[in-house]
C-alpha cells in the first residue's frame, strides 16, 4: 500500500469508523501470525495482548483457518440459535462440558462476552425470582447495560445512568465482607482474576468463602471467565484453582479462535429455565457455525498442545524475570498464569512506558480501571526467543523511558 492510500484508509477510520479513544494504536494491520501483527509498511509488532484476550492460541491458527476453510461452503447461518442442529455447535458445547466442572454441561451460545453476561443475569433472575445482584469493586464485565451496571467505576458509569439494575458493590478479595451477600440476591458476579481492575488475584480463601456465602443465601455464583478462561491463567479454567464449581461459567474472547463468540454454560436444571415460556432467551446469530468450527479446532489445539500447562510454566518464567525489573519505577508484578500486571509507580510514567514500548514493536497496554498497571496477555503459543525479545524490550524500556 502507497503512503496516499494508507493516508486515505487512516484518514477514513477516523472519519467513519466511530471513535472510542483519541488517541487509537492506530496500526494499519496487514496480517498477523501466532504472536506477530505486521503493517502495511512491514513493520512487525509482538502482541503481549493477544488482542485482548482473544488469541491465546495465537493469530491465524493454522487448525483454525482449515476448520473455517471447511466450514464455510457448507453453511453459514442457517437458522437462528436454537432452532437447527449444527454439528460444529454441538461438538464445541460437549467439549466444553467436558472441560467444565461439576454438571455444568449446557452451554448458551452468544457472539460476545457481554451479551453471555446479560444473559446470565437474566438466568440468575428468573431461577430465583429475585432481582438484586452483587457484583466487585474494580470488575468490568462488558459494556451494554445490564454489564455495565455490574461495574463501579463513576467514570464509566456516570454518562449512562440510571443503569436501572439493583447491584451492591463489595470489596474484591475480601472474604470477610461476603456476609452482605443475603436471600434478595440472584446472582453475584466475579472475575476469578480481575483483568481491567489492574490484574488482581485474591487471596485463595476469598473463592471458596464466596461459594460458601452463596450457598447460604441461594444465590447462584457466575464466575466471569471472559478472559481467564481456556488456558490463561494455567488452567483450563480458572476456577480450578480453587476447586470451587461456580453455577455458571460464563466465556468469550478465545473462544471463538479468532471469531466471534461467547457462552454461558450452566447445569441442565438451570439452563432448563431458559425454555419456559418458549423462546423467552433467543438470538440471531449466537453460536454461528463458523465461529463454532473455528472456535472447536482452536480449543483442540490447546488441548492438543497442553497450553493451559504451558502457560503456567511460561507464566512462572514471565513472572520470575520481570520481578527482577522490580523497584521505583516497577512497584509490583503479579498474575497468574499468562496474565500479568506490572504496577507502575504512577499514571504519566505507566502511559510514557506503553508508548515507547509500543515504538519499540510491542502491543501492550494499562487496563481500564487502573492506569498504572500494565497488562500483559500475550499468546499462549508464544516462542522462548520470541518471550527472551520481548522481556528484554520491556526490561530496556523501563530504564529509558519518561
Ligand atoms: C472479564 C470480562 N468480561 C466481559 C467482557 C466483555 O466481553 P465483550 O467485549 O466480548 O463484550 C470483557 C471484555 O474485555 C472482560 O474482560
Not at 288 to 294: D, E, F, I, V
Not at 380 to 385: E, I, Q, S
Request: hydrophobic share 45%; glycine share 10%.
Amino acid at each position: 500500500m502507497n503512503d496516499e492510500a494508507r493516508g486515505q484508509l487512516v484518514e477514513s477510520f477516523r472519519r467513519h469508523v466511530c471513535q472510542t479513544s483519541p488517541s487509537p494504536l492506530g496500526i494499519v494491520v496487514e496480517r498477523a501470525s501466532g504472536s506477530t501483527l505486521w503493517d502495511v509498511d512491514g513493520r512487525a509488532y509482538t502482541d503481549l495482548l493477544s488482542g485482548i484476550g482473544v488469541a491465546g492460541i495465537g493469530h491465524c491458527n493454522a487448525d483454525v483457518l482449515a476448520a473455517i476453510a471447511d466450514q464455510a461452503p457448507r453453511y453459514l447461518h442457517a437458522m437462528v440459535y436454537g432452532e437447527a442442529v449444527e454439528q460444529p455447535q454441538v461438538e464445541l458445547a460437549k467439549l466444553l462440558a467436558e472441560l467444565a466442572p461439576g454438571d455444568l454441561s449446557v452451554a448458551f451460545f452468544t457472539n460476545s462476552g457481554a451479551e453471555a453476561i446479560e444473559g446470565a443475569l437474566k438466568l440468575a433472575r428468573k431461577h430465583t425470582g429475585r432481582t438484586r445482584y452483587v457484583a466487585f469493586r474494580g470488575g468490568y464485565h462488558g459494556d451494554t447495560t445490564g454489564a455495565l451496571a455490574l461495574c463501579d467505576n463513576e467514570y464509566f458509569r456516570a454518562p449512562f445512568e440510571p443503569l436501572q439494575l439493583d447491584v451492591r458493590f463489595l470489596p474484591f478479595g475480601d472474604a470477610a465482607g461476603l456476609d452482605a451477600i443475603d436471600e434478595e440476591i440472584a446472582a453475584v458476579i466475579v472475575e476469578p482474576v480481575q483483568g481491567e481492575g489492574g490484574v488482581r488475584v485474591p487471596p485463595k480463601e476469598f473463592h471458596p468463602a464466596l461459594r460458601a456465602a452463596c450457598d447460604r443465601a441461594g444465590a447462584l455464583l457466575v464466575f466471569d471467565e471472559v478472559l481467564t478462561g481456556l488456558g490463561r491463567t494455567g488452567r483450563w479454567l480458572a476456577c480450578d484453582h480453587w476447586q470451587v464449581c461456580p453455577d455458571v461459567i460464563v466465556l468469550a474472547k478465545a473462544l471463538g479462535g479468532g471469531l466471534p463468540l461467547g457462552a454461558f454454560v450452566g447445569r441442565p436444571s438451570l439452563m432448563a429455565t431458559l425454555s419456559d415460556p418458549p423462546l423467552c432467551h433467543v438470538t440471531t446469530f449466537g453460536g454461528h457455525p463458523l465461529s463454532c468450527a473455528a472456535g472447536l479446532a482452536g480449543l483442540r489445539f490447546a488441548l492438543r498442545e497442553r497450553l493451559a500447562e504451558r502457560a503456567e510454566a511460561q507464566g512462572r518464567r514471565w513472572l520470575s524475570a520481570l520481578r527482577d525489573l522490580a523497584g521505583e519505577r516497577l512497584v509490583d508484578v503479579r498474575g497468574l498464569g499468562m496474565l500479568i500486571g506490572l504496577e507502575l509507580a504512577d499514571a504519566p510514567l505507566t502511559r510514557a512506558f506503553a508508548r515507547l514500548a509500543f515504538e519499540r514493536g510491542l502491543i501492550l497496554n494499562w487496563t481500564l480501571h487502573r492506569d498504572t498497571v500494565i497488562r500483559l496477555a500475550p499468546p499462549l503459543v508464544m516462542t522462548d526467543a520470541e518471550t527472551e525479545h520481548a522481556l528484554d524490550v520491556i526490561a530496556q524500556t523501563l530504564r529509558d523511558c519518561a
